[in-house]
Each structure stands twice: as C-alpha cells, then as structure tokens.
Nanobody, 119 residues
Framework: QVQLVESGGGLVQAGGSLRLSCAAS????????MGWFRQAPGKEREFVSS????????YYADSVKGRFTISRDNAKNTVYLQMNSLKPEDTAVYYC????????????WGQGTQVTVSS
C-alpha cells in the first residue's frame, strides 16, 4: 500500500510559478515510480511527468518540457513538481500517483490539488 498526499496548489498569474509536493508513505517505496498527472475541466486526465525513487530518469509531457521540473527528496519521501512560466492552459487538478515497477498502470493516487493560472 502507498498513501499519497499532494499540496502546493493555488491561484497564480500567467508567467508565475508554483511548486507542488507529494508526500508518500509505504513500506517499499523504492519499488514504485512516481508520476504527476493533471485533469482540466471537460478533459481527460493526462500525464505530466514521472520519476523513480532511485536513478536519474525522468519523463515529461511535451507540453511542459522546459517549464516543469520533477524532483524527489528520498529522506522526506516527497516528490516535487516545480512549475515555472505557467500558462492558463496549465489550469487543472494535479494528481500524484504511484506505479509499481515494472508495471504499467498507476495504482495509487492522491486526492489532487487545484492549480489555477489566470491570464
């Protein structure tokens, strides 16, 4: 079992920045890969970024490359999503999720945190 709690969402003007946090708990976190997803009103949930608890490999959606940075703090069991140069189209509920390696589906999800970017 993995429990995930997101924080850090809010309202920001276009061009601004926010940092989301995802606090994870569970016995075998190293067995999981962590992802950020988002869902805008009326749209399907989409992948944003992912990172493992070990190793340097990260992935990003094309829409956020160069603007968002995913990172982790193993000592705090926390994954971050630094979001810079925010655009109104980044407005969504952002979810943290965990996928057991080497599976392909994310089985554990946080409750989500709202990010609103005003123009």
């Amino acid at each position: 079992q993995v429990q995930l709690v997101e924080s850090g969402g809010g309202l920001v003007q276009a061009g601004g920045s926010l940092r989301l946090s995802c606090a994870a708990s569970g016995r075998t976190l190293n067995d999981y890969r962590m992802g950020w997803f988002r869902q805008a009103p009326g749209k399907e949930r989409e992948f944003v970024s992912s990172i493992g608890w070990t190793g340097p490999i990260t992935y990003y959606a094309d829409s956020v490359k160069g603007r968002f940075t995913i990172s982790r703090d193993n000592a705090k069991n926390t994954v971050y999503l630094q979001m810079n140069s925010l655009k109104p189209e980044d407005t969504a509920v952002y979810y943290c999720a965990a996928r057991k390696i080497p599976g392909t589906s994310y089985d554990y999800w946080g409750q989500g945190t709202q990010v609103t970017v005003s123009s």
